[in-house]
């Protein structure tokens, strides 16, 4: 190769793409920091055909419980999974799996496995696959396992692990069912939930000290701050909801739904270097959504279906100095009872009604994230209802009976919104203030995870298959 004849330009691009991700992937769950669940990826199919292959670029088996949401970055997709597809004879044994597959055709990169804690098997629920979507930056794979332990992975060699934090021994937590988090990052920190919750008996919180969210130093894995909000004693259930981040008359705030059913927002970090301690992090606000709920005595409200104190599962997202979060009651053991709300993210200390713009009533538990675009928002619960509303109002516009129970979250791109359900339909209607159901396939088996829109592709898992949907030309 002559120096003078190489294409300087194009080795350039080549290694900003390996270190920085391509123009169109999608690193992390939702968009940016506010976490909306919009692409502005265009030319996606309207639907797709399995059996003729039909806008199927490609399809993998990929486990048997998926429940995470795949991402896409540096010319690869990451999702997490269960060990029921076994692809190395020398880890054969029930875990947590952290997959890469190549974006262009599905091809096995490299996978990690994470054993079962064992014991206690709500601590680390048999079979289940590793629920926690991954954050990708500069070539590095932030991921929670099914263990409760952040692990820092390289993307591009064989997922090696650059470092481990373990929640448990690092910062008390009592992981239940299955841990998952979305990390956020910001700077030089890593913001996630920790998933603290009820032990077996779903009655007691045996670490009712430790944190709900965490920042840890994203070249280190040193934990360098936590809450400082006592939510323990007030988990309900699990704190399973991601946090996203907006400036705010100047703040940089954090926002994460607790596992008492409030919506905090605390003061981000600031600066690189915090020293060997760990710091608190400052609360600028929280909410209460559902204050005439129980407040004391919680756990006795268990699997009562009318009366029960609410829990946040879904991310609260950020948008225009507004918060739109899901809440009520615990799928598994809560009332029916959910809304979905709309909160003006201007205020401090204890903020209430005089903060809640709008309360929307679903038809039933909903743990789902919404989508925020062109004044609508839209959100599925697990009453079989997708709903479309005034963002500005909270008035319906539309709500559709989907026939299946909706656990994940709706993608808003190219027009349209893509949703999956339980029934193991992929729906697409337009993103539109009228109802127009553009197209419904059935994949077969459940869908438990969100759409997910780059590089001109949709990939949508199931519990058992990973497909990549790409217009056909």
């Known amino acids: 190769m002559h120096l003078n004849t190489f294409n300087w330009p194009t080795l350039a691009a080549t290694l900003l793409a390996a270190t920085t991700g391509y123009a169109a992937d999608r690193p992390q769950w939702g968009q940016y920091h506010s976490r909306n669940m919009v692409s502005e990826e265009t030319g996606l199919p309207e639907s797709c055909d399995p059996a003729t292959g039909k806008n199927v670029k490609w399809s993998i088996p990929i486990g048997t419980q998926t429940y995470a949401t795949p991402v896409v970055a540096q010319g690869r997709v990451v999702i997490g999974t269960n060990n029921d597809e076994t ?15 190549d974006e262009k055709d599905g091809h096995f990169c490299w996978q990690f496995v994470s054993p079962r804690l064992g014991g206690d098997p709500y601590l680390d629920q048999p079979r289940i696959g590793l ?23 390289s993307i591009l060699g064989h997922g090696e692990i650059l470092w481990r934090f373990d929640m448990p021994s690092g910062a008390g937590v009592y992981p239940h069912d299955s841990a998952h988090s979305s990390i956020l990052i910001d700077g030089n920190y890593l913001y996630l939930n920790t998933g603290n919750g009820v032990d077996n008996t779903h009655r007691k919180i045996r670490s009712p000290d430790a ?29 399973w909801s991601a946090p996203s981040e907006g400036t705010v008359n100047g703040r940089s705030l954090i926002f994460f739904g607790g596992g008492d059913g409030a919506c905090y927002a605390l003061e981000a970090l600031h600066g690189g270097q915090m020293g060997d301690r760990v710091v608190k992090l400052k609360r600028a606000w929280r909410f209460d959504g559902d204050p005439t709920a129980p407040k004391t005595d919680i756990h006795s409200y268990v699997t009562n279906r009318k009366e029960s104190p609410s829990v946040i599962s879904g991310m609260p997202v950020f948008y225009r100095n507004r918060i739109y979060v899901t809440l009520g009651g615990d799928i598994w053991w809560g009332k029916n009872k959910a809304w979905l709300q709309c909160i003006d993210a201007v205020g401090s200390g204890d903020i209430g009604a005089k903060n809640l713009i709008w309360s ?6 909903c743990c789902a994230t919404p989508a925020i675009y062109g004044g609508m928002v839209f959100v599925g619960d697990c009453g079989h209802q ?20 909706i656990w994940g979250s709706a993608l808003v791109a190219d027009g349209r919104v893509y949703l999956g359900t339980r029934r193991g339909e992929l729906w697409t209607f337009a993103a539109s203030k009228e109802k127009k159901v553009l197209a419904t396939v059935r994949l077969g088996d459940p869908i438990c995870s969100t759409p997910v829109a780059a590089n001109g592709t949709l990939y949508i898992a199931t519990l058992t298959r990973l497909y990549a949907l790409r217009a056909d030309k």
Not at 87 to 101: A, F, H, I
Not at 134 to 153: D, K, P, W
Not at 223 to 233: F, M, N, T
Request: aromatic letters at 6%; glycine letters at 8%.
């Open 211 to 239: 944190p709900s969210l965490i920042v840890l130093d994203k070249t280190s894995g040193r934990l360098v701050a936590r809450d400082d909000e006592r939510i323990g004693p007030s988990i309900f259930h699990a704190s």
């Open 360 to 365: 929307y009533a679903v038809s039933k538990h």
């Open 131 to 153: 629920c926690s979507p991954a954050t990708v930056e500069n070539g590095r794979v932030y991921i929670v396992n099914n263990r409760a332990q952040v692990l820092c992975m």
């Open 87 to 101: 692809r190395d004879p020398k880890q054969t044994e029930d875990g947590g799996v952290v997959l890469c597959v």
């Open 386 to 405: 997708f709903h479309c509303v005034d963002a500005e109002t909270g008035k319906p516009y539309w709500t559709e009976d989907v026939k299946g129970e």
